[in-house]
């Protein structure tokens, strides 16, 4: 466990002077979702980074896709492609924009997002496709709550029960924020757990920043017919910077260079 | 026509392992015989379209080849940017059926007209776009279509269609087929009004006008080769479908045609008026409503080689 916090703080320096450097927003919601990223990428995902298109491997996608950022920097690390490459982060002519592109583009990528709410159908489809082939994989879909605005993904949790995809994980990186405001005022988001439960998923909340917590429900074994699950996980929008947490104009901010020394002091990381 | 998409369909599934049909709650008798046949590889996606898209593009993404059906303005303008996102930026083979195309639910009003589909898929990078003429083409699109390793759109009509003889060759995606030949004006027809079109055709050849006739069954890539030929060759050339005469096939020609140096032939553009139709009618008064009749395209095409003749 305090080995997965230490991959965390040192993608969460990461990210941070990646923005720093080439001005690449939504810094707030990479932060919120850094731990998610690395349980599931470093602890319970069933992924070899030397055979990223492996028919039998689980597929993660990041379907808010403003989050790539962190996804970038956890797919770098885990050995998916150099870590040099991420240097041309940004760059004219280079692969990493400020959304995932295609798998075709970069390994370790299973769906190209950014347009919000995608990722959960394509999700449900990569699902059903494991039991049509009849191989054994795991989907796990990764949302904001944000996102959750989108119709269609409730058209996807709809259909996912009815065709009882229990190889398919849902989980909302709840931070409370989206782009304007706080999530609960913009729309009736609540009460979310409930709502993924009405619709018919096996659905809990944890706090998304407990590394045992989230092993507890990537690494929860499923089975290819059941009842697909949900996890609602409590985030800060921020998490890990004092002066980030909870603060939604991190949301397109970029940081100074003394913000950059700030939060690395924070992290207990060198520049 | 939705009769032969159906059995069609049921009999690459049984031979391809890899063919999934998703459905959007409509023709479920339809697909009595893939379900049977095709055991699990069915999918009633409900009234939720947008969903159905990603779906499809998920299973692609993951190796099988989903093939959507549902009403053509459902599977297109409802859900055009899964289509756009999921199926073209991904570059993944999703096969979108769109039935009842143009105004071929022309009674159910304009929710259910379709005459913006084929610009619409037209502009989508990697997208190949397919407009057969009747049950026979639609077969062969259909199959041609899954060799494909990209995003398909085929518009059909709906059933009854009549099929038209065509003159003996090899079918293609991407290569129109000749259905009668002629000098002096070439008739270019995408989908289902080919009948209208022949008609218009026997009533030139018997004016002393010698008319060609092609089916333009794949709208993009289109054709060019058989461009370059008529309207080398010919005086007018008439492009027909039940689309609005803004972007679909006629759009595509007159693009090509703009990149021309010295085209011989003129070009003229049937399709629908750029409006909504508010009378309640038939397809047929539909299409007698925005002049896409024998009688109307044999009078203005003959005005226009007459003109071109002097």
């Known amino acids: 466990m305090n080995d997965l916090k230490k991959i965390a703080s040192e993608i969460r320096g990461r990210i941070i002077a990646t923005s720093h450097n080439t001005r690449t927003p939504h810094l707030g919601s990479c932060l919120s979702c850094t731990d998610i990223l690395v349980a599931a990428y470093f602890d319970t995902l069933k992924i070899d980074p030397t055979k990223p298109t492996d028919p039998n491997r689980d597929r993660f996608i990041l379907s808010k896709g403003h989050g790539a950022a962190a996804l970038f920097q956890v797919l770098g690390m885990r050995g998916f492609y150099s870590e040099g490459m991420l240097e041309s982060y940004g760059e004219d002519g280079g692969l990493f924009a400020e959304h995932p592109p295609t798998p075709e583009h970069l390994p370790g990528i299973e769906a190209a997002t950014g347009s919000l709410g995608h990722g959960l159908s394509i999700g449900l489809g990569m699902a059903l496709a494991g039991r049509i082939k009849g191989q054994i994989y795991d989907v796990t879909v990764l949302l904001g709550d944000g996102e959750c605005n989108e119709g269609s993904v409730w058209e996807a949790a709809m259909m996912a029960p009815i065709q009882k995809v229990g190889n398919l994980l849902a989980i909302v990186d709840f931070n409370k924020w989206q782009g304007t405001g706080r999530s609960e005022e913009v729309m009736e988001l609540g009460p979310l757990v409930d709502k993924w439960r009405a619709f018919g998923w096996e659905a809990c909340e944890i706090d998304g920043h407990d590394m045992g917590a989230l092993r507890g429900v990537l690494g929860q074994p499923r089975t290819l017919i059941g009842k697909p699950q949900a996890v609602v996980a409590h985030t800060v929008k921020g998490k890990g910077i004092s002066f980030m947490e909870d603060d939604n104009n991190w949301h397109y901010r970029i940081p100074d260079a003394d913000e950059l020394a700030a939060a690395y002091r924070e992290l207990g990381l060198k520049l | 026509m939705r009769n032969a998409f159906a059995d069609e369909i049921t009999k690459i599934g049984a031979s391809d392992s890899r063919v999934v049909v998703l459905s959007g709650d409509i023709g479920n008798k339809l697909f009595d015989r893939f379900k049977l046949k095709n055991e699990g590889r069915f999918f009633n996606c409900g009234i939720a379209e947008a969903n159905m898209m990603s779906v499809a593009a998920g299973m692609a993404l993951s190796g099988l080849r989903p093939v959507i059906y549902t009403i053509a303005p459902f599977t297109t303008t409802r859900c055009y940017e899964q289509i756009r996102v999921d199926a073209c930026y991904h570059n993944v083979p999703v096969v979108i059926v769109g039935t009842g195309s143009g105004l071929s639910y022309a009674e159910l009003g304009p929710t259910h007209h379709s005459c913006e589909d084929l610009a619409i898929m037209r502009v989508l990078p ?54 009668r030949d002629g000098e002096d004006i070439c008739l270019i027809v995408a989908g289902t009004l080919l009948p209208s079109v022949m008609q218009a055709a026997e009533a030139l050849d018997a004016l002393g006008i010698s008319t060609r006739v092609e089916s333009f069954h794949t709208v993009k890539p289109l054709d060019e080769a058989t461009l370059g030929a008529v309207f080398g060759r010919c005086k007018v050339v008439a492009v027909v479908e039940e689309h609005s005469r803004i972007g679909g096939l006629g759009g595509a020609v007159a693009e090509w045609l703009a990149r021309q140096s010295r085209p011989n032939a003129r070009l003229i553009t049937f399709g629908t008026d750029d409006c909504f139709m508010h009378e309640v009618g038939t397809q047929t008064y539909a299409r007698e409503k925005f002049g896409l009749t024998a009688l109307n395209i044999v009078s203005k095409v003959k005005a226009l080689f007459n003109r071109a003749s002097v």
Do not use: H, W
């Open chain 2, 126 to 179: 990697n997208m190949t776009v397919l407009a057969p003429a009747d049950e026979v083409e639609l077969r062969q699109c259909l199959r041609g279509a899954l060799q494909i390793n990209g995003p398909v759109y085929i518009r059909i009509g709906k059933k009854g269609e009549p099929v038209v003889p065509k003159m003996q060759q090899k079918f293609a995606i991407g290569r129109s087929m000749t259905v």
